[in-house]
């Protein structure tokens, strides 16, 4: 799939991650829309790529309206600019730590974990399901009849979620068990369906940590000894976009780090 004259919806795109995908997509000739709810980095961000690269729309991938109305404006933007949507990538999570049971025995609220799904699992799995009717309905390019790319966000909780990730670990294992069944179901219509799962990586969610988990979490990294940078997932982004035997796989992006049970 090419990225050149085709537009792409990144959830979360104003920031981190999802920001770096959006600004590669850009660099490789293709177009961006930024779904985020934060309005001041969104907009600096079509500033820096300018209005014929990039979109930004105020969306909450909670509320599934919010996502109806992001869609619309999506198409009305690709059918404008002549470039059809080639892919999605739902970039938009929270952290929110909170433990199964604290010291004082109290249980995790079910709003904090209703929190997490709502934006990780239901958001993604929304998000993705609005846009696919458009992306199904491109017309398919290329030897395989490609019809786009949907690349989704996990984490290396999924698999070895530490203390205080049970609604993060949930929400992100769920995504990546969603990877097959979804790259199955669109098979026929040319979507492929790859999702990363990386381990630590600078951004905003990360910025807060303090020196003592970032310490501890170095010590849990092989090689390379660092967080990893937002550009390293753009790239993997990338490779998902224009590789077309990458397909219902998640692939962990973590420099063999194995995250431990205490830090
Ligand atoms: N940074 C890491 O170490 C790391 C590791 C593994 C997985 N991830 C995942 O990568 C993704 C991107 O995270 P990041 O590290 O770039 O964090 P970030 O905080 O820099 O960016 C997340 C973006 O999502 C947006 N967002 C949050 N809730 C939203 C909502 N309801 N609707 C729309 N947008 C919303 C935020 O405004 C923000 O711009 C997340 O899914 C995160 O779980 C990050």
Redesign the pocket.
Known sequence: MKISGRTFVV?????????ACVRDICAAGGNAVI????EE?GPALVHELGPSRAQFLV?????TASIASAVQATVAWTTATGKPLGGIIP?????HPGLILDKALRPVSLESVDFVL???LR?TLDLVRQFLPHLAATTPVGADGERGVVVM?????AFEGQMGQVA?AAS?GAVAAMTLPMARDLSRFGIRVVTI??????????AGMSDKVRAGLKKAMEFPVR??K?EEFASLVRQSIENVMLNGVVIRLDGATRMPSKL
């Open positions: 959830s979360g795109g104003a920031s981190g991650l999802g920001r779904l985020d709810m934060n980095l969306c909450d991938v909670a509320d970039a938009a999570g929270v952290g709502s934006i990780n958001g966000v996990a984490s290396a909780a993060y992100k799962a990386p381990s630590m990586f600078d951004s905003n969610m990360t967080a990893g937002p």
